[in-house]
């Protein structure tokens, strides 16, 4: 299983959240709240700001596919590594 590990503002983070929640019909009536953990319980680096890690596949998907190169190129979202993202989850609360 590959994964993408990223980095973001509290407000980026939930915008995206909220965006594809709609885009893909969450709430739905399989019990499927949202699409990413929202922010007040994901994990935060030093600088505050949230942490995420999904499967590669997710960044493929319809929606999450335009929006990741754009907030990439913004510098609105970070790529980070592995082991930045584990280094901050493994202390985590």
Same mark, same amino acid.
């Given at each position: 299983?590959?994964?993408?590990?990223?980095?973001?503002?509290? %407000?980026?983070?939930?915008?995206?959240? $909220?965006?594809?929640?709609? %885009?893909?019909?969450?709430?739905?009536?399989?019990?499927?709240?949202?699409?990413?953990?929202?922010?007040?319980?994901?994990?935060?680096?030093? =600088?505050?700001?949230?942490?995420?890690?999904?499967?590669? =596949?997710?960044?493929?998907?319809?929606? %999450?596919?335009? $929006?990741?190169?754009?907030?990439? %190129?913004?510098?609105?979202?970070?790529?980070?590594?592995?082991?930045?993202?584990?280094?901050?989850?493994?202390?985590?609360?």
């Amino acid at each position: 299983m590959s994964q993408r590990y990223f980095r973001s503002t509290e %407000a980026v983070y939930e915008s995206v959240r $909220l965006t594809l929640d709609e %885009a893909w019909g969450l709430p739905n009536s399989l019990g499927t709240a949202t699409c990413l953990e929202p922010a007040a319980s994901a994990p935060r680096d030093a =600088e505050g700001l949230l942490l995420l890690a999904v499967k590669e =596949e997710f960044c493929g998907f319809t929606v %999450a596919a335009d $929006l990741l190169p754009q907030l990439l %190129a913004s510098g609105a979202v970070e790529e980070i590594d592995a082991a930045a993202y584990h280094a901050v989850v493994n202390a985590w609360p």
